[in-house]
Nanobody, 126 residues
Framework: QVQLVESGGGLVQAGGSLRLSCAAS????????MAWFRQAPGKERDFTAY????????VYADSVKGRFTISRDNAKNTVYLQMNSLKPEDTAVYYC???????????????????WGQGTQVTVSS
């Protein structure tokens, strides 16, 4: 059974940090591009960060640029999202997603990803 499992969410004060992990199982995702999306209450799911299969290229949403860092460890089949200087508006359920490298559609569209985790809640208090 192929699955992605997120962890590391929780409650943190504004200005704090959290590190999310996304562990893949069932097959290797070392040749897949990976991404993080987030969905705040009452809002659509938004692109947050993207990383290529080998980690040599990353892209961030403007709202998190300079504060969040996406990385991966293919030996551990895991992707990370380091979140610093958190703000109350970062409160959301965070999802990791995977897609084959040969997909050529926009990386910021959730429709381009064929594997999704169940999500982990991040709450930032003011």
């Amino acid at each position: 059974q192929v699955q992605l499992v997120e962890s590391g969410g929780g409650l943190v004060q504004a200005g704090g940090s959290l590190r999310l992990s996304c562990a893949a199982s069932g097959r290797s995702f070392s040749s897949d591009a990976m991404a993080w999306f987030r969905q705040a209450p009452g809002k659509e799911r938004d692109f947050t960060a993207y990383i290529t299969w080998n980690g040599d290229s990353t892209v961030y949403a403007d709202s998190v640029k300079g504060r969040f860092t996406i990385s991966r460890d293919n030996a551990k089949n895991t992707v990370y999202l380091q979140m610093n200087s958190l703000k109350p508006e970062d409160t959301a359920v965070y999802y990791c997603a995977a897609r084959p490298t040969y997909y050529s559609g926009p990386y910021y569209s959730g429709r381009e990803y064929n594997y999704w985790g169940q999500g982990t809640q991040v709450t930032v208090s003011s």
